[in-house]
Each structure stands twice: as C-alpha cells, then as structure tokens.
C-alpha cells in the first residue's frame, strides 16, 4: 500500500490549506485514516484521526475547530482542511492509515509527508 500526500505549502497567518493523501495498491479496507505533523526539533505529533466504519473523529487540542479531517467518496482519499493557520502549525505533515488486506491483516501505512510553513 502506498500513500501519496499533496497540498503543502507556504501560506500567511490565518490563511488555508487543505492536504490530501491517496491510498493505492492491495488493500480491502481502510480502518483509520489520520495526520501527523512534525516540527524541527519536535517529536511526530498526531493531529487529526478518524475511524472509518464510526466515520467519529479526533483532534489535537492546539487544532480542534480549526482542522477538519475527511475523506472523499472513493474512500481511498483522506483530506485534511486546515484553517485560520498559525505559524506553530508549521510541520512536516505525514498522512498515515491503517488497512486491511486478507494477506496481511491490519497495517499500518506512512506517507513521504508534506511540508506546510506558515509565515507570521
């Protein structure tokens, strides 16, 4: 399974960003789909995570009602709609999920990431 994220950028203060992570190769099911992000000198901090079948979601407390994450009909894309963007959101921003394939059970999967920075 590979998952390829997009969207990243440099953007103002209080500006927008949505990322997006598709998921492709051998896989049944996506059971969680979530977002991590990473600043210099910082340990990978979870930001938003949904359970699929629930479709319930949560957040990091530094992001909740700003950051949205969601997925597209396909179900193989998770998106993560991020607003009133601050420079402390500024990361590398790994998309991560779990699925399952007969084969191989219940695996989790990482993204090569995308870098978000945000001016002040």
């Known amino acids: 399974v590979q998952l390829q994220a997009s969207g990243g950028g440099l953007v103002q203060a209080g500006g927008s960003l949505t990322l997006s992570c598709t998921a492709s190769?051998?896989?049944?099911?996506?059971?969680?789909m979530a977002w991590y992000r990473q600043a210099p000198g910082k340990e990978r901090e979870l930001v938003a995570r949904?359970?699929?079948?629930?479709?319930?979601?949560n957040y990091a407390e530094s992001v909740e009602g700003r950051f949205t994450i969601s997925r597209d009909n396909t179900g193989n894309v998770a998106h993560l709609q991020m607003k009133s963007l601050k420079a402390e959101d500024t990361g590398h921003y790994f998309c991560n999920m779990n699925a399952w394939a007969p084969a191989t059970g219940s695996v989790d999967y990482w993204g090569q990431g995308t870098q978000v920075t945000v001016s002040s």
């Open positions: 190769g051998n896989f049944r099911l996506i059971n969680i």
């Open positions: 949904m359970i699929v079948a629930r479709g319930s979601t």
